[in-house]
């Protein structure tokens, strides 16, 4: 397991930014603590009969507190993306010298909807921190996504907008080393009365008709497989391919999604957190401020190890 403090070399990053981030988190607390002065002297004139003055105070100190906090954020957003391009940067070095992280670029919106994982098309969407690299003979590229679609519903005042969630986690997408004749997605059985939707969403590609059998009966508790072709998605899913994404997903804190599609392999991981983001007010020193990230990234490069990915079954044609 990789491990912070023993690295030198990830150290001396961490102590660099960890003066950024004291100057940070003061700046960021002296301009909440100066509008808060401000507040608290437009009460006491309002309660000694000066109002005006209440409000030249608030003014003058709200506006010198909406600086110093402008101030803070914009070098926080230096700060964080020093943190990805340095510190998360130096530790994938030393997990595979081939992975990098691009934190400004991502899933792209046209391959979040062509990898077919989910029923709706999003009306916003966002993407960061693309990490890419080889695990062995196998290239495989993760990123963050949040998608959300929108409802707008007529009211007595106008309209009401509201944002839903479809997906916030992290897609996984790696070289399968075949290039496939047909489309094969397999989602968690829990999936429920989304069906419908999904069904009409991918009619083009994928009919009710065609889901696949599978001969392993807790993969078909867990999962319901849909395949264009079925010859190919038992070719796919192999015992042991099966058995691997069965131990995949138990790993995993919610269910996955998968999808193969020409000669990539899709998978959805939903989560909770936000992964990659630097601390401001607890310090970069302590160990466990990475922990978790490391953790994830290291879950994702073992996939291809945990799915045996570089075991070549097929060649490309």
């Not at 100057?23 to 603590?33: D, E, P, T």
């Not at 914009?74 to 391009?85: E, F, G, L, N, T």
């Not at 670029?105 to 693309?130: S, V």
Request: charged share 25%; proline share 3%; with cysteine.
């Amino acid at each position: 397991m990789f491990n912070t403090e023993s690295n030198v070399a990830l150290q001396q990053v961490l102590a660099a930014l960890e003066e950024q981030r004291k100057n940070i988190a003061a700046g960021q607390k002296k301009g909440y603590f100066i509008i808060a002065g401000g507040i608290a002297i437009l009460i006491l004139a309002f309660v000694l009969g000066f109002p005006i003055p209440g409000f030249i105070g608030i003014l003058a100190l709200g506006i010198f507190g909406g600086i110093k906090l402008s101030g803070a954020y914009s070098a926080q957003r230096i700060y964080s993306d020093k943190y990805k391009r340095n510190v998360i940067g130096t530790a994938l070095k030393f997990i595979d010298p081939s992975l990098t992280i691009e934190p400004n670029n991502g899933i792209g919106e046209n391959e979040f909807r062509h990898c077919q994982l989910f029923n709706t098309d999003p009306d916003r969407y966002k993407t960061e921190d693309l990490v890419m690299g080889r695990a062995g003979r196998t290239g495989f590229y993760f990123a963050e996504v949040h998608a959300e679609y929108k409802t707008v519903e007529r009211t007595k005042e106008g309209t009401r907008t509201e944002w839903h969630e479809i997906f916030k986690g992290i897609i996984f997408v790696a070289d399968f080393n075949k290039n496939f004749n047909g489309i094969t997605i397999i989602r968690p059985k829990d999936f429920g009365s989304a069906f419908g939707a999904w069904f009409s969403k991918n009619l083009f590609s994928i009919g009710s008709n065609d889901v696949v059998k599978l001969e392993n009966a807790d993969f078909d508790k867990t999962f319901v497989t849909y395949g264009s072709d079925q010859i190919e998605a038992r070719y796919i899913l192999t015992p042991a391919m099966m058995e691997r994404i069965l131990n995949l997903n138990h790993q995993s804190k919610y269910s996955i999604s998968l999808s193969f599609i020409e000669s990539r392999m899709y998978i959805g991981f939903p989560l909770a957190r936000n992964y990659f983001e630097a601390p401001v007010f607890k310090s970069l020193l302590d160990p466990a401020i990475m922990d978790e990230d490391i953790t994830a990234i290291k879950f994702m490069y073992d996939i291809v190890k945990e799915l045996d990915l570089n075991t070549r079954i097929w060649g490309k044609n």
